[in-house]
């Protein structure tokens, strides 16, 4: 018989209560969150299923992927499932699987409390956030499932708990554009060094793209290439703080760069709280 468990103790907007009383040193990740009994062991019907969502827990380190991927997939070949596993990770990393620290700009909350739903430095202490607001995720279900639906299973399981709906829409947002202020070229590359993309200021022999990917990963207002300059170029902005715009702005007009804000439709993605 298939079945399905979902453990819901609390309210999405404080999950300090699921706290245990001590940390979680001897949690084994290689385990699902359950113990199985015999039958479900043996599996022999290939039918075992369940999801699982608590709050933070202590002493439980994420999961460290490439590019911030904090999520686990095991394989029981023995058992024919899969599971997925994700720990202490807010809602919007649920649903944009880690990537959402560079997309940060490009995420769009219509929530009623946007600090419960993502961490930004103005919220304080990041663990102290966490503690508050973070949740995890295991899922287990058959292989046969898990290769036609992949990670929309887990997608799906968020929207239905936190009764949200999600995706990517064309608004109209504010921008800062990159623009050209003169017809000289000083961008131009001065020889045929390695490619640099960005430490300390510098971008050589690399498209503006990763200038404004830089500028635009250090706060809230997406930055688009309006200069359409064709090939790479070489900046030194030193030490500026992509953050501070006038002081940013400053360093871009010695290459007849300068940054305007304007209202632009672009993809973004929505997260929307349901009725």
């Given at each position: ?181 003169s017809g000289l070229d000083k961008l131009k590359p001065s020889g045929s060094s390695e490619p640099v993309f960005g430490k300390s200021g510098v971008f050589r022999n690399v498209g503006l793209g990763y200038l404004t990917q830089a500028v635009e990963k250090t706060g809230l207002t997406p930055v688009v290439d309006d200069t359409g300059y064709p090939g790479a170029v070489d900046i030194d902005l030193g030490s500026v703080d992509y953050s501070n715009t006038q002081l940013l702005r ?26």
């Open positions: 018989m298939l079945s399905l468990i979902v453990f819901q103790a609390q309210a999405q907007k404080d999950t300090t209560g699921f706290v245990y009383r001590k940390p979680l040193f001897d949690f084994d990740y290689a385990k699902p969150v359950f113990k199985l009994d015999t039958q479900q062991e043996a599996n022999i019907d290939r039918l075992l299923r369940f999801s699982v969502f608590t709050g933070y827990r202590e002493g439980v380190e994420p999961v460290h992927r490439e590019f911030g991927f904090n999520m686990a997939t095991q394989e029981n070949r023995e058992q024919g499932t899969i599971r997925q596993s994700i720990y202490n990770a807010s809602i919007v990393e649920m649903l944009t699987h880690g990537f959402e620290t560079p997309m940060q700009s490009r995420i769009l909350l219509e929530v009623k409390d946007p600090s419960a739903y993502r961490y930004l430095p103005a919220y304080g202490n990041k663990q102290a956030w966490l503690r508050k607001n973070a949740y995890c995720y295991e899922l287990l279900v058959p292989r046969a499932a898990f290769s036609v639906r992949k990670v929309k299973m887990i997608e799906d399981d968020v929207a239905q708990h936190f009764n949200i709906s999600f995706g990517y829409e064309t608004r109209k947002v504010k921008t800062l554009v990159l623009v050209r202020t400053l360093a871009l007009s010695k290459y007849d760069l300068d940054l305007k804000e304007d209202m632009r439709e672009l993809k973004i993605f929505v997260i929307k709280e349901l009725k």
